[in-house]
């Protein structure tokens, strides 16, 4: 489906920009009316999944989610995550991974035998093609990960055509340099007989397994024009939806290859504030930064790379941040993440190379990600991309308080953070819209003051950690 939106003259848009705020930006006070004007987007038009709108994704880790490890042990947590309000699963690599040269026992997820095959260990096609059909018929989206820069030794390409990969001086097949990925062979990008192979693969997930898009790892290890070219020609099957693993913090993959790229500026930002107080200010520079037309962040506290390099969510954040921390990602301009075990507990680290299940039960998190989820798909404001309405930030006189607005069609969501350990007092620059309270908590749990209206601007202390979205209406 393909999206386009159109903006104003210029002369329009200097006039709205002296009654409104603007996005991550300040102006006038404005009258009440005027605070629901919506701000001027840019123009473009491209293809689109029609689903992306209030995409939330969960980030799902077979090998270690059940102590069976399989596609159908995983399943029968779908109605569980369908409750939370998840509506988008992104499953880690599940293809047969290579012995030659692995790590650890059972070897690296992102070394991949055949790029057509499921790892057995997690069961079969049929059984993978069962699953995509069960969550698609619950209402879900199903995206796989996609390893574009290399395979592993023992995949068949690496002996029929030893062509498709880089070679060092030797001649010999390298990994890929810079790394120590010494279980993996670098793929080469000159090569148009593997471009069009690499491209042959994706297409089989699309069209046999009617899956809905991909994250692509380590995204920028790859040319450019490759990955648009394969987005042309996979969008010809269906209109899907990509997210890059970019780490180069450009937006360049982003102009027609991918939909959505890692806001890993965000996590660092967050896990910075963590630590440090006076911090508002710098995270306001990442929940709401321009890119190119029809393009959104995916925003996270936790992956399966932090998680298990990085610590539990506790070591790296503090158990008492999350409920701020969780607020912000959802509430900023992209898509959230989650985890898988992020409902669970803040204590779980998971092996990468071995099996180390996640023993479920407690579901610690799964209240606050539940009614997060739902705020999310529920509120227009708050939708993907061109789709939500931009930030626009409320200055205030305090360095630990996060305030911002956003709007769409005649309602407003507002968000209050406390970004500090301590109690913070704050005035703000302008009259906000008061509202009903959609979540309210702060370090001792949840409010139980949902639905409660309340006058914005009286909200002047916060105790450590607090945090508010609330609703208005014109």
Known sequence: MKKTLKVFTSCALSISMLLSLTACGNTKSTSSDDSFK?????????????????????EVNVRQYTAEGTFNAFSEHLQRLHDMGINTLWFMPIYSISELNKKGSLGSPYSIRDYKTVNSEYGTNEDFKNLVDKAHEMGFKVLIDWVGNHTGWDHVWI???PEYYVKDENGDITCPLGTDWIDVAQL???????RAAMIDAMSFWIRDM???????????GVSIDFWEEARKELDKIKPIYMVAEDGTNSDSLLNSAFDSNYNFELYDE???AANMPNTADDIEKYICMEHPYGSFKMNFIDNHDKNTY???LKDRFGSEALGAFYTIIFTAEGMPLIYSGNEEDDDISLEFFEKDNIDFGDYKYADLLTRLCNIKTENEPLYNGIYGGKIRIINNDNDNILSFERVKNGKKITVLVNVSDEKQ????????SDGDILIHGDTTGIYDDENSNIKTNELTSLAPWEYYIIASQK
Request: charged share 35%.
């Open 210 to 220: 009617d899956i809905d898009g991909f994250r692509c790892d380590y995204a920028q």
């Open 38 to 58: 919506e701000d001027v987007v840019q123009e473009g038009s491209r293809t689109q999944a029609d689903w992306i709108d209030k995409a939330v994704l969960y």
């Open 159 to 161: 002996t029929e055509h």
């Open 270 to 272: 967050l896990k910075f």
């Open 188 to 194: 080469d990008y000159q090569n148009q007989d593997m």
């Open 425 to 432: 007092t704050v005035k703000y620059d302008k009259k906000m």
């Open 310 to 312: 990085n610590g539990t």
